[in-house]
């Protein structure tokens, strides 16, 4: 297995576990907040999303599918296109109302633009430094577990979340 491979297959795995914690879910369970104040399905997913949209498309000097594809206004969320979901609070968590198919539409579309992004990378790409504001610089590579790491997380959450509701 080679970089790429197992690139792909990592980023693969969370869009199992999106799929499976958004699949035929209505709106309101989607927006539903454990306890009225936890993060909803809806709100994971798209903060887990846009993480991936904004951080690859960085890293690999595109624009984001989210303002490239025109997501932005399909979703109607009342959040700035730069916004990611980092340091939301309350308010900003219970305005994600979102369906399946906005959820799912995003998340695929952004999904592709990484298989497509990942496919070419080889050993080499991954010492390539991508954010100088930390010390040390992060790396291409060590962006990447990041973004796969705290992905995961969020679909597992939002599973989670759909076994406490369903």
Avoid at 68 to 85: I, K, N, S, V, Y
Wanted: hydrophobic letters at 35%; proline letters at 4%; charged letters at 25%.
């Amino acid at each position: 297995m080679n970089t790429s491979e197992l690139l792909l297959d990592g980023f693969g795995r969370i869009q199992e576990v999106v799929q499976e914690a958004v699949d035929g879910l209505s709106d309101d369970v989607l927006s539903t907040r454990p306890d009225g104040s936890g993060n909803s399905i809806a709100w994971l997913v798209w903060h887990l999303t846009r993480i991936q949209d904004d951080h690859l498309a960085d890293a690999g000097g595109y624009e984001q599918v989210l303002t490239a594809d025109g997501w932005h206004e399909r979703l109607g969320l009342p959040f700035d296109p730069a916004d990611t979901g980092y340091g939301h609070g309350p308010d900003d968590v219970a305005a994600v109302k979102l369906s399946a198919e906005q959820l799912t539409g995003y998340y695929e579309a952004v999904h592709t633009r990484t298989l497509r992004y990942l496919e070419g990378l080889t050993d080499k790409d991954l010492d390539r430094i991508v954010d100088h504001r930390w010390n040390p610089p992060v790396t291409l590579g060590v962006r990447l577990i990041s973004v796969l790491s705290d992905d995961l997380q969020h679909a597992g959450q939002a599973a989670y979340v759909r076994g406490l509701l369903t």
